[in-house]
């Protein structure tokens, strides 16, 4: 699915990410860990074409991605859940909803899409007509996945979806993205809350002052003490 190869990535002068190499496997589920100011937003940015990569390569099936915009990686099978949702608050849930499906492949599964997004949802069916900006965090988020998924991809980024929500609501949120991973898509995910991401990656990465310092089992590395001081703070 996805290699990621020797990548180095800059904020001007200043190096956020050293010599990054991972792998995403087909169906799989790979969490990136570690403190705030770890890199691990940069990375995911960078995956999705928002950052450009001073040196390295990224290859999604085969096809070389490192240079493509962010623009073009809809078409190429990659949408992100970004940190902080990024909604359209005066749009409605549904023209938000529509806005995941701007590419001709995604249009042309326009209605199959939004029967998905909504059997995972039902809320979003409920408060379609609502305005975005007036729904509840929890509600939030369910759009900005949904909007994620009317583009059909194969790797779905996704940036600390659970920040601010109340846990019954996280729970919501963590079965979806297990029944979306369960149709096939392979996830990348950056998450706060770190155990229940290892609980449902097959493996992870810590992400140390923008360099990776271990690699392995997600349920390995739930235990492992390197983890732990990095993480959690124990």
Known sequence: ML??????????DAQALWDIS??????EVVSIVG?????????VNTIMGMLVPRRGRMILDDVDITDLPGHQMCRAGVAIVPEG??????????ENLDLGAFNS?????????????????PRLAE???????????????????GRALMARPGLLLMDEPSLGLAPIVVDEVFDAVETVNAEGVSIILVEQNVQ?????????????EGRIVLEGDAKEMAHDPEVRRAVLGV
């Open 85 to 94: 949702r990024r909604l359209f608050p005066a749009m409605t849930v549904r």
């Open 105 to 121: 492949a995604a249009r042309a599964r326009h209605a199959e899409s939004l029967e998905w997004v909504h059997t995972l949802f």
């Open 35 to 43: 403190c705030n100011g770890a890199g691990k937003s940069t990375l």
């Open 22 to 27: 991972l792998t995403v496997g087909d169906a």
């Open 127 to 145: 408060r379609r007509t609502q305005v975005a900006g007036s729904l509840s965090g929890g509600e939030q988020q369910m759009v900005a996945l």
């Open 3 to 12: 290699r990621v190869t020797d990548l180095d990535v800059y904020y001007g």
């Open 196 to 208: 229940r991401a290892l609980d449902i990656s097959s493996r992870a990465y810590l992400l140390a």
